[in-house]
């Protein structure tokens, strides 16, 4: 639905005042943002609800398209709105409060209570599961010795159906063996099997944030358009014994979420932040994975194109 504006229209020139407009406003950007957040509240438009386009709204406004645009990077920016290219913009879904140094599944992470903290319906689609070897740093993380071999398991998580949530867990196969076999079909939370399989209780927990470009493959999992942001969390968990039983990474669009992190640590067992390594190695024996063969990619190559 494209809203119609509606109302007086302002002289070209800003000799009138949109709706919602301080009398006085000094920057001209800002007209438009108190014209558009009225037009939100005043209409009552929800997320999803389609918003005129640069040109009206410069029109009524009285100020240029740049000044429009300007405005809109600042909306952008404060998840008040989303632009999609060809499609138009569009009022933003309010951004979601996840609370990573809380124990539990990510269900209860992203549950606060509060108005914007509620995270819909939560779905999990398990993308791959394989045995290899760690990295070294996954390998000091996790306190492995020389050769043991770990589980990789990663999944999307979608909220109301929509891509919200890359994760991977490294979890070595002597603390979970036959894990493979249980979490195929895994649609509620990893920690509580875990927990309930093996005895590995989450006691402890050591966590980085970092804002990032994602790689191509992670962004189309996502479904996020060039350019896109990711909030990644590593992390290391700990039972309540003290062993190290997974390193694991997060990636959560940038624009959707916000963090509530409170706590403090007094133990540094994860590596910081940087370029490590964060991949198996094959077994020794194992066949490499197979990659797509030639005809795949180019399938997919055409596929793309006449998409």
Known sequence: ?????????????????????RAGAGLLYERVIAYVEGLVAERGLGPGDVLPPYAELAEVTGVSLITVRRAFDELERAGTVRRHQG?????????????????????????GGGPGHGAGRLET???AVRRGLPSPPLARALQARP???VWQLRRLRLID????????????????PGLDRLVRGLAGSLYDLLAREYGLEDGYEEQYLEVITPAAAQRRLLGLPPRAQVARIRGLSLDKAGTPFDCFE???PAAGFAFAISGSTTRHLFPTPGAQDWDLRPLPGAPAPAG?????RKSSSVRRRLA
């Open 250 to 252: 997060q990636l959560y």
């Open 147 to 149: 050769g043991a071999p």
């Open 292 to 296: 797509p063969s030639r005809r795949a």
């Open 1 to 21: 639905m494209v809203v119609d504006l509606g109302g007086p229209r302002p002289q070209r020139g800003g000799r009138g005042r949109a709706p919602g407009a």
């Open 87 to 111: 499609l138009g913009t569009f009022v933003a879904r309010p951004r979601i409060v996840a609370e990573p140094a809380r124990a539990g599944s990510l269900l209860a992470t992203l549950a």
């Open 125 to 127: 689609r398990v993308l």
């Open 161 to 176: 159906g929509a891509p919200a949530v890359l994760e991977t867990s490294i979890i070595p196969t002597g603390l979970a």
